[in-house]
């Protein structure tokens, strides 16, 4: 039988969205599915229902009055009960229940740490208790010189924006610093101690209170880009906590006063030959439409750039488009540069990896038979037709084929990631696939020496084979499967035509024959071997008859020792058994509670032998 390559041909070319470097966009979808996660928040819990308000009206959306149902578990000693009360009463309109006041008003009066004084003042506002703006920022320039987390440090930059305070702010500004300088960036995404929750209370706070002051916050770029990039990931969440973490932030970053990181994401993965529209989305944190510029920075193949400071329209939506038909963007895989600005925003770049695929043709297709330096043969042929008539080889003969791969559209040179050459036999089948070597700028050459391939590669099986030369690529719409006519091989050593064989069909079933066992010594061996194992112990049994060992001393009537021997001999007989039938699994299972009784039994009856040999001592 021919010996059959195992090398697969994928003729058939998938083109597949690739990894995108840069940012990830929040979309409407996502932004509906958080708000309905957080209309439907089980109000038996005050502080998830706070959350959820709060996230609510961080986007705009409207509270539902079943909320109004977590008040009635709000204990009106806490004042973290209360300030999360009566933010839901706030935002759902709410009747608050009695008796808040005192714990309020105690807060305001008593209270010097930062979270506190903010829940207080946030409180006051809502019930109508009348707030001493001075005396309060006064406690919180003292809080803020003291120790803090950063959770604190957002409650304070919050409480002072809602002052109103613009005056003797420095301690304030200093604080903003230091918080900011705490964030834990990683590779794609920053955060603040304390998690979703905490890094969204330190967002909303910074830019309260820069929007408050008209201060600007001194927080990098990247550091916002990855701010975002955690919200974002957040909103892929079902609780309830970290699904408004993720829209107070996300709405913080897209509405302050200040500083709006923009967001760029891919639409477009491949561009064909009917479809030359490239698209990409340009949002706000929250995926809304921003007014912004789009600029393709370049647009490069490996070896050149063929796009550069290339300005993309907004077409409709959040959609910016650039119609690619007049650039002869040949096929290829390409690296797509761009950058999104505006006044205002944040600027935002994305690196992403695009396919433009096109048709593939074959030019200057040749094959050549040569013995040594002579040119034997000759023969051009054109794609997609077939050589006139067979072409005749020997071993001692070589085959060289010959061709270029080319842009259908713009001629350009492409050099596919796959170029075989097929050789089939015409009677049986057999196939045998080589690879085809890249001479660069789409040339390609394969080279067959009959003589050394004879053997290994066609069984020395002479005859026609059908030669087709095979071109797959990922930035190709389609494979090429080219017949370029039949060779007519032929070997001195030539072997008998093998009947047809199938690769997928059942073979017969192996049958596996066990070595037959080496003989074993007569049986009058293995007896005379058991005979010498067992003689230690008839010498013991000897000795022990020597020394006037008998059982007649031996106290039937003292319990113990007549269990503890008992149980050695069960003991004894148990290993025996194991050697014969049990597993190992089996004798644990009866061991361990025979090894439990002879301990014991043992203990006393050793006691009983001291006991004895003391009394014959003191006699």
């Known amino acids: 039988t021919m010996k059959t390559s195992t090398v697969f041909v994928a003729v058939v070319v998938v083109v597949s969205a690739l990894c995108v470097c840069g940012s990830v966009a929040f979309s409407g979808t996502d932004k509906l599915r958080l708000v309905d996660t957080l209309k439907n928040t089980n109000t038996n819990s005050l502080s998830h229902t706070f959350a959820a308000a709060v996230g609510l009206n961080a986007v705009g959306e409207q509270v539902p009055k079943s909320f109004c149902d977590a008040l009635a578990s709000a204990d009106t000693s806490s004042l973290n009960d209360v300030f999360y009360a009566s933010t839901i009463a706030s935002h759902a309109k709410c009747k608050l229940p009695s008796g808040m006041n005192a714990v309020v008003e105690d807060a305001l009066s008593n209270s010097k740490e930062g979270i506190a004084l903010h829940h207080a003042v946030a409180s006051a506002k809502v019930i109508g208790i009348d707030v001493n703006t001075k005396r309060i920022l006064k406690k919180l320039d003292a ?27 420095e301690a304030f500004l200093d604080l903003m610093d230091v918080v900011i300088g705490q964030v834990e960036e990683g590779p794609t995404t920053a955060k603040f101690d304390g998690g979703p929750s905490a890094t969204a209370i330190v967002v909303r706070g910074l830019f309260a209170f820069t929007d408050a002051t008209g201060t600007k916050p001194t927080i990098k770029d990247s550091v916002l880009h990855k701010l975002s990039k955690y919200f974002i990931d957040l909103s892929q969440t079902s609780n309830a906590v970290s699904s408004a973490s993720a829209l107070i932030g996300l709405a913080t970053l897209a509405n302050n006063g200040h500083r709006n990181p923009l967001v760029i994401a891919q639409e477009t993965q491949k561009l064909d030959r009917k479809d030359k529209v490239f698209s990409v989305a340009v949002t ?5 439409r921003v007014d912004a510029k789009l600029t393709i920075v370049s647009a490069k193949t490996s070896s050149e750039t063929k796009l550069t400071q290339v300005d993309m329209e907004q077409s409709q939506g959040t959609l910016y488009s650039l119609d690619t038909s007049s650039y002869s ?6 690296t797509f540069k761009l950058k999104a600005s505006g006044k205002g925003f944040v600027s935002d770049t994305l690196s992403m990896s695009v396919f433009v695929t096109g048709k593939a043709t074959i030019n200057g297709g040749n094959v050549v038979v040569q013995q040594g330096s002579a040119e034997v043969a000759n023969v051009d042929v054109s794609y997609p037709s077939s050589l006139p008539s067979a072409v005749s080889v020997t071993d001692a003969q070589t085959v060289v084929v010959s061709f270029s791969v080319a842009d259908s559209d713009t001629s350009s040179p492409i050099t596919p990631s796959q170029a075989f050459v097929r050789l089939t036999h015409s009677s049986n089948q057999q196939t045998v696939i080589f690879v085809a070597n890249s001479k660069g700028k789409g ?11 004879a053997e ?5 099986q002479s005859g026609d084979y059908d030669m087709s030369v095979l071109i797959g690529d990922m930035s190709l719409c389609c494979g090429i499967e080219w017949s370029v006519g039949t060779l007519a091989l032929s070997f001195s050593k030539s072997s008998p035509n093998p009947q047809k064989t199938h690769l997928y069909e059942k073979l017969p079933a192996l049958e596996h024959v066990f070595a037959k066992p080496d003989a074993r010594p007569p049986a009058f061996v293995s007896y005379v071997f058991a005979v010498l194992s067992a ?12 020394v006037g060992a008998d059982i007649a001393s031996f106290p039937f009537t003292h319990i113990p020792t007549l269990i503890f021997h008992v149980t050695l001999t069960a003991i004894c007989l148990l290993y025996a058994n194991y050697w014969l039938s049990m597993t190992i699994f089996q004798v644990m299972t009866c061991l361990l509670p025979m090894l439990v009784v002879i301990v014991f039994a043992g203990k006393f009856m050793l006691q009983r032998i001291a006991n004895e040999r003391l009394k014959e001592k003191t006699e």
């Open 456 to 460: 290994e590669s066609f069984n020395s």
């Open 143 to 169: 809080a803020a010189a003291g120790d803090f987390s950063v959770r604190a440090a957002g409650y304070i930059l919050s409480c002072v924006a809602s002052l109103g305070a613009t005056d003797d702010i």
């Open 535 to 546: 003689a230690p112990l008839l010498v013991l049994l000897g000795l022990w008859i020597s």
């Open 443 to 453: 040339r390609y050459s394969f080279e067959l020496d009959l003589h050394d391939a």
């Open 329 to 334: 963007l040949s096929s290829g895989a390409y």
């Open 284 to 288: 706000n944190t929250l995926g809304e």
